[in-house]
């Protein structure tokens, strides 16, 4: 049953779109859910799937997480388009509605359509694969990509019945930021989703999968460390050959608490782990993974929305505490690796696609605000333009109009009443953007209607020279400063800058900076 919300819509919560991944379920692909009679009344969102507390290490959640939200206006309209939002956090961490500005109040009202936000299973409960657990029954159980076919579950379940809440099953548009978005980008490949959605979004995604050999021995290395904290084997041999014997094994696994198997793997300060996903395991994925998009054989050749923050990077720096803020190693570490980001996740991905014959245009952005401008100055209080200026995720709330940062890793502090009248008129900007792709598959259709300025034509990625590559979104004092650019980025372009422009002390810091990964141990500041 559904009840009234913020912004004169009206939300359902914690609807199950498949059975609970317990039991017998657990490391299976997600079945349909169990019918019920009657009306179902949840007044409070579904818990978390199980997963550590960022900046804590404490671990919450549950393993019944197949849950989803759905907010639409409060009124009897149909054929709505509907917007799916995939949650980020490194596919270890992060819920549906982890955070207030994940919450579709304000888009659903706004654009006039429907919001759904999607759990999925997280951590080794999501991405595990092991010659154990494969009983050779199915291939989609046998994958390891659980996490992946439970957003592919979802999808199937909003086709069948968002009609009911008003949606049209012919306009869905799924969007994802980090880890949603890599799963976004990984969905364009995928089979068993062909399809399922017609539009895309990728906002600060990763390009990264992981071979099945890459993840059956990073499962059992994991395995290894279970089986002595458990006290099952003292040492690693006796372990060893517990291994041996699949079904003592594969018994031992599903007795084990969920606490007690993500125990076997150490939180960074966001409490992701490190934890392969995406199993190019033939089935869910391609074996060749995106290799697929370079030739073309994909199915979700779907209009693209793909795009980076200016510094992405730095708020993974400002989380480990080293280097300090101060040192030109951050900042050099800050420009470098997210010029990188951009390079690999937007401009290559961008380019690669654009070339494809048959795919719909690409639409690329950059996201500027929070970012210094050549005097040095930038819209945020204090000192936060310099420590985390336009940071990873930051976009998030400017898409999908909620005023707060509240529950981010970073707190409340960016948002101000000097910087409400310039962050208002983007936001709104990128909300006409994006209600326009969805309802036609190009940002500038209905953009350039009803309230509001003329935007800036929004031009789709051309790998001619000199032709438009991508959108900035920007401010410039209480306006918005949207504007095309023409700059590609490539990894040697970048390479060749950081050999030109850093010291050799320098160059060599900033790469070893860089080498670390984004989930690494928490450092002191």
Not at 181 to 202: D, E, K
Not at 247 to 257: M, V, Y
Not at 314 to 323: E, M
Request: aromatic fraction near 10%; glycine fraction near 10%; charged fraction near 20%.
């Amino acid at each position: 049953m559904g009840q009234a919300d913020e912004d004169g819509t009206w939300v359902w919560k914690a609807v199950p779109f498949a059975q609970p991944p317990v039991g017998e379920l657990r490391w299976k692909a997600p079945r349909d859910p169990q019918p019920w009679s009657g009306v179902r009344s949840r007044r409070r969102f579904a818990p978390p799937a199980v997963q550590y507390q960022p900046l804590t290490g404490q671990i919450l959640g549950t393993e019944d997480c197949l849950y989803l939200n759905v907010w639409r206006p409060a009124s009897y309209q149909t054929r709505l388009p509907v917007y799916v939002w995939i949650h980020g956090g490194g596919n270890s961490t992060g819920s549906a509605t982890y955070v207030k500005y994940y919450r579709g109040h304000r888009l659903a009202a706004a654009g006039n359509l429907v919001f759904v936000s999607v759990n999925y299973r997280l951590g080794p409960l999501g991405w595990f694969s092991h010659p154990a657990l494969r009983e050779g029954r199915s291939p989609e159980d046998d994958s390891g990509n659980f996490g992946t076919l439970d957003i592919i579950q979802a999808l199937r379940w909003i086709r069948d019945n968002i009609a009911a809440f008003g949606g049209d099953p012919g306009t869905v548009l799924i969007a994802g930021e980090s880890a949603g978005a890599m799963n976004v980008l990984s969905l364009l490949t995928c089979p068993a989703a062909a399809g399922l959605f017609h539009r895309a979004v990728i906002q600060s995604g990763v390009v990264s999968t992981t071979s099945p050999e890459q993840a059956e021995g990073r499962a059992r290395r994991a395995i290894l460390r279970l089986l002595e904290k458990n006290g099952l084997a003292r040492d690693p041999r006796q372990a060893e050959e517990l291994l041996a014997s699949p079904e003592r094994l594969r018994a031992f696994l599903r007795d084990c608490s969920a606490r007690q198997l993500l125990r076997c793997y150490s939180p960074g300060p966001s409490g992701m782990i490190d934890n392969p996903s995406l199993i190019t395991d033939g089935t869910v994925l391609p074996a060749e993974g995106y290799a697929a998009l370079e030739r073309g054989d994909y199915p979700g050749k779907v209009p693209l929305i793909i795009g980076s923050n200016q510094e992405e990077m730095k708020v993974f720096l400002y989380l480990a505490g080293s280097p300090s803020w101060r040192s030109p190693e951050y900042q050099a570490a800050a420009r470098f690796g997210s010029e990188r980001w951009k390079a690999e996740a937007v401009d290559a991905v961008a380019r690669r696609l654009s070339a494809v014959p048959g795919q719909p245009p690409v639409y690329a952005y950059l996201f500027g605000w929070g970012a210094r401008d050549q005097r040095g100055e930038s819209p945020l209080p204090g000192h936060w333009g310099e420590r985390l200026g336009s940071f990873h995720s930051l976009e998030i709330p400017f898409f999908l109009g909620v005023e707060t940062t509240e529950g981010s890793l970073v707190g409340t502090m960016m948002f101000t009443r000097a910087n409400r009248p310039g962050r208002v008129a983007l936001a709104s900007a990128m909300q006409r953007y994006l209600v326009s792709f969805l309802r036609s598959g190009d940002p500038n259709l209905e953009s350039s209607a009803g309230a509001g300025a003329l935007l800036p034509f929004w031009a789709p990625w051309s790998n001619a020279a000199g032709a438009p590559k991508c959108i900035l979104f920007d401010t410039r004092g209480p306006e918005a400063d949207i504007r095309l650019l023409d700059r590609e980025l490539t990894l040697e372009g970048i390479e060749a800058a950081m050999r030109a422009e850093l010291s050799p002390e320098l160059l060599e810091t900033t790469r070893a900076i860089l080498a670390r990964p984004l989930t690494g141990p928490t450092r002191r500041r």
